[in-house]
């Protein structure tokens, strides 16, 4: 089964950085464009990152291209998320997203989400 798993998450001072990882498996990594999406407290969620399957296309949401990088390792079937010059705006629940079609149907997974709080 499709699972995502999240890490990296945690309580960062404005002006800080982070990396976020997402394990994949259950399906075939290497096929499938990724994205990070976050919701912040009492908002929608939206998308932060996207990535082509082969990592050479990426684009991102808002104004984040100047901070934040998304970028993958097909060989350990992981999705990455540097973000630098962290604002307390950036709190945020962040989740990865599969989305692609197979024998079975759409397939829309999510991870669990990790969280990510920007204060002094």
């Known amino acids: 089964q499709v699972q995502l798993v999240e890490s990296g998450g945690g309580l960062v001072q404005p002006g800080g950085s982070l990396r976020l990882s997402c394990a994949a498996s259950?399906?075939?990594?290497?096929?499938?464009?990724m994205n990070w999406y976050r919701q912040p407290p009492g908002k929608e969620r939206e998308l932060v990152a996207f990535?082509?399957?082969?990592?050479?296309?990426?684009t991102y949401g808002g104004d984040l291209a100047g901070r934040f990088i998304i970028s993958r390792d097909n060989a350990k079937n992981t999705l990455y998320l540097e973000m630098n010059s962290l604002k307390p705006e950036d709190t945020a629940v962040y989740y990865c997203?599969?989305?692609?079609?197979?024998?079975?149907?759409?397939?829309?997974?999510w991870g669990q989400g990790t969280q990510v709080t920007v204060s002094s």
């Open positions: 997203n599969a989305r692609y079609a197979d024998s079975t149907g759409d397939v829309d997974a």
């Open positions: 259950g399906f075939t990594f290497s096929d499938v464009g």
């Open positions: 990535i082509t399957s082969g990592g050479g296309i990426t």
